[in-house]
């Protein structure tokens, strides 16, 4: 079992920074793909970023592109998003997951922290 534990949320003027920490226990994690999640109210939950095992491939949604990255310290069993540029649309419930496939898909992922709060004022 893996319990993620997410922090780092707040509230935030458009065009400032957050940076999320999302820290493991129970297991390390550097057999696990990890990703961020985000869910706005009244949406589904979309995938943000993944990062692989090591670090080798990541993945970003087109709409965070040249604004978020993702990064892990399997040392610390801790992974990152680094959120820049912020806009009012980022504004979701940012959840940590970790898979050990390739985590493509939302269902892929078994394991999910509790989540922190982003809010983006305009």
């Known amino acids: 079992q893996v319990q993620l534990v997410e922090s780092g949320g707040g509230l935030v003027q458009a065009g400032g920074s957050l940076r999320l920490s999302c820290t493991a226990s129970?297991?390390?994690?550097?057999?696990?793909?990890m990703a961020w999640f985000r869910q706005a109210p009244g949406k589904e939950r979309e995938i943000v970023a993944v990062?692989?095992?090591?670090?080798?491939?990541?993945y970003y949604r087109d709409s965070v592109k040249g604004r978020f990255t993702i990064s892990r310290d399997n040392a610390k069993n801790t992974v990152y998003l680094q959120m820049n540029t912020l806009k009012p649309e980022d504004t979701a419930v940012y959840y940590c997951?970790?898979?050990?496939?390739?985590?493509?898909?939302?269902?892929?992922?078994?394991?999910w922290g509790q989540g922190t709060q982003v809010t983006v004022s305009s």
């Open positions: 997951a970790a898979t050990v496939t390739n985590g493509e898909l939302r269902d892929e992922y078994n394991y």
């Open positions: 129970g297991r390390t994690i550097n057999i696990y793909t």
């Open positions: 990062v692989s095992s090591r670090a080798v491939n990541t």
